[in-house]
């Protein structure tokens, strides 16, 4: 087959430089200007239809499972199950031999980062579209080569003498040869040696992480000026001489010790930047001139009030303006890609890098281009119009994506007020280090508000001042610090709120340490054929008699992993994956924890292995167990379930798909999940959403759920053809690779009736690999416990049930009979007269402790949340209320203190006394109060706590005064107390203790009088 493909492709002849197309055409020189859509479809029809090639959609930027990555930043991420072995053996990613497509890349963040240098140049991108094909144990070096050198030339008519090729040089170090077979390959096609060049580790062997699959790779590199020799600007960062063309030849595994290992197949990489080759097959040096960025580039400029885009960089764009029509064209791409595929802008991983890329657009459009408001959102056609027909979701999401950028950019532009003000307030500080701004603050801007570091620099320069940037750097460095060693279980309701939406499981981020098979040992397990683990018995249970009776299971050891090799035998304490002929167990997938139990060793039945987590590779189930005895190969296990475990995370995955049918129902059906995850104790549903639920909405889901379980509807779980499965009428699905044969899970109704819309009737039904209650009245009860938007337009619900949630139901009832009886004895309405309105200082300031401490307690018990918002919206008034009524005791008492002062002393210059209360907010009315009757006086008024034995200070002094500060006077009488104090030139307060207050007064008035003798 291979032969015959290389034999078929067309011969390298023509005259130099004057090269056949696919159409007949000749071309000298540069290539034909031929329109992006043109070079696309051109790719694709070009492997699809000639070489056999299956077409794959890209998948979403959000990768799939994969925690190591904040975006798809390589056409090869969706297909890592394959490179690593563990791709499900019944899905149809396991049967792709031959597979082309055009991937949504993003690089932004992580290891590959661009954002930074997007605008300086004419070619950078945070998003980009990446042309690949990928032979998966099918062809590899020679008709990979001769498919890539026949596309560029003959069919897009480039010049082979603008082409030079890269090759693997070998590395001496690492023990590896030069890459002879791929240098041969070239020759052979007619390439000149002077065009032929090899290259190190760094340039030309690909590696897909610190370990796993890698290989060799060679380079296909355009001279964009031709008729010279190019080949010293290969790989020398030459604008003119650029790579287009990557093709990876996986060869080799990296090992855990970083030796090389045959891989048993062999596997072809290649990809190409769609932007790239615009840019070459219409005769540009810039990306940004291409038929991808021009339309954009107009449509800014129509809104803006500057020149037209002029392609300046550097020096010659003075005002910045080119930089910016670069930087805007480019990240409204990375933005409608990154919101249709469900990521928005937000405060952690993906999203916080998304809100950057927002941010910075919006600065550049408003304060470059003098563009207004709005701008941003306004050019989302024309990018649908470029992309949307290869990519729908941007048309069916266009709405969606104005929206998120037009609210995200309001917010900003308000953080932008308030860190103007916040700025102007720290400058007019006294205390504030002329020239200097505190670092402290920067960094509060940059986390509380979202202001890119730079643009506080940018701020500040304007008023000719500079951040204390070592101060900032320690500040930076400590953040990161904390906030690696931050963990977000999955199982604390609370936590759970605040984790990332594309954070994984606990459980599976425990288990990516574990011992888990890697790609060499699932090659040996099939090549020593032994059969995939069968694992049908986790749906072997059934209903007797309202109890749910689980299998027993009996399986025999086929192959042990000890986390480097598969071993005949483990000795004891030995931690190892164990594969079973069969199992009972349910491993980790489909957002729902694995199973948990033991082994017993047939005829060693009291000697128990723990299951310590159960995970899938390549069809293959591997129990990860510490070994309690040796165990060997041939071994016979009986495997005992945990039975209320299971049972709990089968009621929260069954309540999962009617929550998610309930949320369709109530909302609308533009809800779409975006991820879950089912465990033990409480399930986690992500969604899209405009905005939180209201009270009304929260009670109607909850509803909807109580009136499916209440109806106890069988729950059916049926396998069908993936096609026909995806027929199914009003069938929800989420972004995976899913087997075929899919199961469909459906609640009332069995999925064969739900098919060619044999029925109108509404239901919950979803393709779903968990195990499911079999009716629907086991769930019991359903309360959500939480509900908050983790950044703009996608909100997480954290729901329990059964026992959990009637607990949470009685929660809420005991508190909202408190918010009741506070709120009676707040307004008077009590019928004991102990109990009454406030009438003293000290009453009020206990009901106002009361709903502060009640407050905490409606925030963070487990009790409904449409509850919970009801009673913050009551407590809130409350407070506002009891505040006020604070306040106005609190000025009355102060008017009585005040008055007694003056009859005392009359209206000196420096007053210095006591004054009898226990609130610090008194001792401050008061001085206020004194000082507006003698506003030339130096007042300080002194009070004795009596329950903390402390001494409460406050003072002011006359406006201008010459002789001393509020802050200077307060500071240094409370620090001769033992205590703090702070304030401005005016007022001040503090405190600090004293069993003397009138030794305190003394030396306070002793201090003021120095100052005013100077």
Same mark, same amino acid.
């Given at each position: 087959?291979?032969?015959?493909?290389i034999?078929?492709?067309?011969?390298?002849?023509?005259p130099p430089?004057?090269?056949?197309?696919?159409?007949?055409r000749?071309f000298?020189?540069?290539?034909?200007?031929?329109?992006?859509?043109?070079?696309?479809?051109?790719?694709?029809?070009?492997?699809r239809?000639?070489?056999?090639?299956?077409?794959?959609?890209?998948?979403?930027?959000?990768?799939?499972?994969?925690?190591?990555l904040?975006?798809?930043n390589?056409g090869?991420?969706?297909?890592?199950?394959?490179?690593?072995?563990?791709?499900?053996?019944?899905?149809?990613?396991?049967?792709y031999?031959?597979?082309?497509n055009?991937?949504?890349?993003?690089?932004?963040g992580?290891?590959?980062?661009d954002?930074?240098?997007?605008?300086?140049?004419?070619?950078h991108?945070?998003?980009?579209?990446?042309?690949?094909?990928?032979?998966?144990?099918?062809?590899?070096?020679?008709?990979a080569c001769?498919?890539?050198?026949?596309?560029?030339t003959?069919?897009?008519?480039?010049?082979?003498?603008?082409?030079?090729?890269?090759?693997?040089?070998g590395?001496?170090?690492?023990g590896?040869?030069?890459?002879?077979?791929t240098?041969?390959?070239w020759?052979?096609?007619?390439?000149?040696?002077?065009?032929? #060049?090899p290259f190190?580790?760094?340039?030309?062997?690909?590696?897909?992480?610190?370990?796993?699959?890698?290989?060799?790779?060679?380079?296909?590199?355009y001279?964009?000026?031709?008729?010279?020799?190019?080949?010293?600007?290969?790989?020398?960062?030459?604008?003119?001489?650029?790579?287009?063309?990557?093709?990876?030849?996986?060869?080799?595994?990296?090992?855990?010790?970083?030796?090389?290992?045959?891989?048993?197949?062999?596997?072809?990489?290649?990809?190409?930047?769609?932007?790239?080759?615009?840019?070459?097959?219409?005769?540009?040096?810039?990306?940004?001139?291409?038929?991808?960025?021009?339309?954009?580039?107009?449509?800014?400029?129509?809104?803006?009030?500057?020149?037209?885009?002029g392609?300046?960089?550097?020096?010659?764009?003075?005002?910045?303006?080119?930089?910016?029509?670069?930087?805007?064209?480019?990240?409204?791409?990375?933005?409608?890609?990154?919101?249709?595929?469900?990521v928005?802008?937000g405060?952690?991983?993906?999203?916080?890098?998304?809100?950057?890329?927002?941010?910075?657009?919006?600065?550049?459009?408003?304060?470059?281009?003098?563009?207004?408001?709005?701008?941003?959102?306004?050019?989302?056609?024309?990018?649908?119009?470029?992309?949307?027909?290869?990519?729908?979701?941007?048309?069916?999401?266009?709405?969606?994506?104005?929206?998120?950028?037009?609210?995200?950019?309001?917010?900003?532009?308000l953080?932008?007020?308030?860190?103007?003000? #916040?700025?102007?307030?720290?400058?007019?500080?006294?205390?504030?280090k002329?020239?200097v701004?505190?670092?402290?603050?920067?960094w509060?801007?940059?986390?509380?508000?979202g202001?890119?570091?730079?643009?506080?620099?940018?701020m500040?320069?304007?008023?000719?001042?500079?951040?204390?940037?070592?101060?900032?750097?320690?500040i930076?460095?400590?953040?990161?610090?904390?906030?690696?060693?931050?963990?977000?279980?999955?199982?604390?309701?609370?936590?759970?709120?605040?984790?990332?939406?594309?954070?994984?499981?606990?459980?599976q981020?425990?288990?990516?340490?574990?011992?888990?098979?890697?790609?060499?040992?699932?090659?040996?397990?099939?090549? #020593?054929g032994?059969?995939?683990?069968?694992?049908?018995?986790k749906?072997?249970?059934?209903?007797?008699?309202?109890?749910y009776?689980?299998?027993?299971?009996?399986?025999?050891?086929?192959a042990?992993?000890?986390?480097?090799?598969?071993?005949?035998?483990?000795p004891?304490?030995?931690?190892?994956?164990?594969?079973l002929?069969?199992t009972?167990?349910?491993s980790e997938?489909?957002?729902?924890?694995?199973?948990?139990?033991?082994?017993?060793?047939?005829?060693?039945?009291?000697?128990?292995?723990?299951?310590?987590?159960?995970?899938?590779?390549?069809?293959?189930?591997?129990?990860q167990?510490?070994?309690?005895?040796?165990?060997?190969?041939?071994?016979?296990?009986?495997?005992?379930?945990d039975?209320?475990h299971r049972?709990s995370?089968?009621?929260?995955?069954?309540?999962?798909h009617?929550?998610?049918?309930?949320?369709?129902?109530?909302?609308?059906?533009?809800?779409?999940?975006?991820?879950?995850?089912?465990?033990?104790?409480?399930?986690?549903?992500d969604?899209?959403?405009k905005?939180?639920?209201?009270?009304?909405?929260?009670?109607?889901?909850?509803?909807?759920?109580?009136?499916?379980v209440?109806?106890?509807?069988i729950?059916?779980?049926q396998?069908?053809?993936?096609?026909?499965?995806?027929?199914i009428?009003?069938?929800?699905?989420?972004?995976?690779?899913y087997?075929?044969?899919v199961?469909?899970?459906?609640?009332?109704?069995?999925?064969?009736?739900l098919?060619?819309?044999?029925?109108?009737?509404?239901t919950?039904?979803?393709?779903?690999?968990?195990?499911?209650l079999?009716?629907t009245?086991?769930?019991?009860?359903?309360?959500?416990?939480?509900?908050?938007q983790?950044?703009?337009?996608?909100?997480?619900?954290?729901?329990?049930?059964?026992?959990?949630?009637?607990r949470?139901?009685?929660?809420?009832?005991?508190?909202?009979?408190?918010?009741?009886?506070?709120?009676a004895?707040?307004?008077?309405?009590?019928?004991?007269?102990?109990?009454?309105?406030?009438?003293?200082?000290?009453?009020?300031?206990?009901?106002?402790k009361?709903?502060?401490?009640?407050s905490?307690?409606?925030?963070?018990?487990?009790?409904p949340?449409w509850?919970?918002?009801?009673l913050?919206?009551?407590l809130?008034?409350?407070?506002?209320?009891?505040?006020?009524?604070?306040?106005?005791?609190?000025?009355r008492e102060?008017?009585v203190?005040?008055?007694?002062?003056?009859e005392k002393?009359?209206?000196?210059? #420096?007053?210095?006394?006591?004054?009898?209360?226990?609130?610090?907010?008194?001792?401050?009315?008061?001085?206020?109060?004194?000082?507006?009757?003698?506003?030339?006086?130096?007042?300080?008024?002194?009070?004795?706590?009596?329950?903390?034995?402390?001494v409460?200070?406050a003072?002011?002094?006359?406006?201008?005064?010459?002789?001393?500060a509020?802050?200077?006077?307060?500071?240094?009488?409370?620090?001769?107390?033992?205590?703090?104090?702070?304030?401005?030139?005016?007022?001040?307060?503090?405190?600090?203790?004293?069993?003397?207050?009138?030794?305190?007064l003394?030396?306070?008035?002793?201090?003021?009088?120095?100052?005013?003798?100077?």
């Open positions: 087959m291979s032969r015959q493909l034999r078929g492709l067309r011969p390298l002849g023509g430089g004057l090269l056949p197309t696919a159409s007949g000749f000298g020189g540069s290539a034909p200007e031929l329109p992006a859509v043109q070079v696309r479809s051109t790719f694709l029809d070009f492997f239809q000639k070489h056999g090639h299956l077409l794959v959609p890209s998948s979403p930027v959000r990768p799939r499972g994969d925690p190591s904040l975006f798809v390589a090869m991420n969706q297909f890592k199950p394959i490179f690593l072995g563990t791709a499900d053996p019944r899905s149809p990613m396991a049967s031999r031959r597979v082309v055009s991937q949504k890349c993003v690089r932004a992580g290891k590959h980062n954002l930074d240098d997007v605008g300086r140049d004419t070619y991108h945070t998003f980009f579209e990446m042309l690949g094909t990928w032979s998966f144990g099918d062809y590899f070096k020679e008709e001769r498919m890539a050198w026949s596309l560029l003959e069919h897009y008519g480039i010049s082979a003498d603008r082409l030079y090729v890269s090759y693997f040089g590395d001496a170090a690492s590896l040869q030069s890459d002879e077979e240098r041969h390959i020759l052979d096609m007619g390439v000149p040696p002077g065009h032929l #060049l190190g580790l760094k340039e030309n062997f690909w590696e897909m992480g610190d370990s796993g699959p890698c290989g060799p790779c060679t380079e296909i590199h001279d964009h000026v031709g008729g010279r020799d190019a080949a010293k600007l290969v790989n020398a960062n030459s604008p003119d001489v650029v790579e287009i063309w990557n093709l990876v030849f996986m060869q080799y595994n990296r090992e855990a010790d970083l030796s090389l290992r045959r891989l048993p197949q062999f596997s072809v990489d290649t990809g190409m930047g769609l932007e790239r080759l615009v840019s070459v097959l219409q005769g540009k040096r810039s990306t940004y001139d291409t038929d991808l960025f021009t339309p954009l580039l107009h449509a800014l400029h129509q809104r803006s009030r500057v020149a037209p885009y392609g300046r960089t550097g020096s010659e764009d003075q005002d910045r303006v080119d930089l910016a029509y670069r930087v805007v064209a480019d990240h409204i791409r990375t933005l409608s890609v990154c919101i249709a595929d469900g928005h802008p405060m952690s991983g993906a999203e916080l890098v998304l809100r950057r890329i927002l941010r910075r657009a919006v600065r550049f459009c408003m304060e470059v281009l003098q563009a207004p408001q709005g701008t941003l959102a306004s050019l989302v056609p024309t990018v649908t119009h470029l992309l949307g027909d290869v990519y729908p979701e941007l048309h069916r999401e266009a709405d969606q994506i104005v929206d998120v950028i037009n609210e995200n950019e309001a917010q900003f532009l953080s932008l007020q308030q860190g103007s003000r #916040l700025i102007q307030r720290t400058l007019c500080r006294k205390d504030y002329h020239g701004f505190p670092a402290s603050v920067a509060s801007l940059h986390r509380d508000l202001f890119p570091l730079d643009l506080v620099d940018l500040l320069e304007d008023r000719g001042v500079q951040v204390d940037r070592q101060e900032l750097d320690r930076i460095a400590e953040n990161h610090k904390v906030m690696s060693s931050v963990t977000c279980p999955v199982s604390q309701v609370m936590s759970s709120v605040t984790c990332p939406v594309s954070q994984v499981s606990s459980e981020a425990g288990a990516d340490l574990s011992v888990m098979l890697d790609v060499l040992s699932l090659a040996e397990l099939q090549r #020593l032994v059969p995939h683990t069968d694992d049908s018995l749906y072997g249970y059934r209903l007797e008699k309202d109890r009776e689980f299998p027993t299971c009996r399986a025999t050891v086929l042990l992993y000890d986390g480097e090799a598969l071993v005949s035998e483990v004891e304490g030995r931690r190892c994956g164990v594969v002929d069969l009972c167990f349910y997938q489909g957002g729902q924890s694995h199973d948990r139990g033991y082994f017993t060793r047939h005829g060693l039945q009291d000697v128990v292995f723990p299951v310590e987590a159960v995970l899938r590779a390549g069809g293959y189930v591997v129990h167990v510490t070994a309690a005895d040796s165990l060997e190969t041939g071994d016979q296990v009986h495997l005992h379930l039975q209320v049972m995370c089968m009621v929260k995955h069954t309540a999962t009617l929550l998610n049918f309930a949320l369709k129902k109530v909302l609308g059906s533009s809800v779409q999940q975006r991820g879950s995850h089912v465990s033990a104790d409480r399930l986690r549903f969604f899209t959403v905005g939180s639920l209201s009270v009304s909405q929260l009670q109607q889901v909850e509803r909807c759920v109580s009136d499916m209440t109806a106890n509807q729950v059916h779980s396998e069908l053809p993936l096609q026909r499965a995806k027929s009428r009003g069938l929800r699905t989420v972004d995976e690779v087997p075929d044969p199961r469909v899970v459906s609640v009332g109704l069995p999925a064969s009736e098919l060619d819309h044999q029925t109108d009737r509404e919950s039904v979803e393709l779903c690999c968990g195990t499911h079999l009716r009245g086991d769930i019991e009860d359903l309360v959500i416990v939480s509900e908050r983790m950044v703009k337009g996608i909100s997480r619900v954290i729901a329990v049930t059964g026992r959990e949630a009637a949470a139901r009685e929660a809420g009832q005991v508190l909202s009979q408190d918010v009741d009886s506070l709120a004895r707040l307004t008077g309405s009590a019928p004991s007269s102990l109990d009454s309105a406030p009438s003293s200082l000290d009453s009020a300031q206990r009901l106002s009361e709903v502060g401490v009640l905490d307690a409606v925030d963070s018990t487990l009790i949340q509850q919970r918002s009801e913050q919206a009551r809130k008034a409350l407070q506002r209320s009891s505040n006020t009524t604070v306040r106005k005791l609190e000025t102060a008017a203190r005040a008055q007694a002062l003056l002393n009359g209206r000196k210059e #420096l007053l210095v006394d006591s004054v009898e209360t226990d609130y610090l907010s008194v001792v401050m009315k008061t001085v206020n109060q004194l000082s507006s009757v003698a506003p030339l006086s130096h007042v300080m008024l002194l009070a004795h706590q009596q329950h903390s034995g402390k409460l200070c003072c002011q002094v006359p406006k201008d005064s010459p002789w001393i509020a802050s200077d006077w307060a500071v240094a009488v409370c620090r001769h107390l033992g205590g703090s104090a702070g304030g401005s030139a005016l007022v001040a307060k503090g405190t600090g203790t004293s069993s003397d207050i009138s030794k305190a003394r030396w306070a008035e002793q201090f003021a009088r120095q100052k005013t003798q100077r």
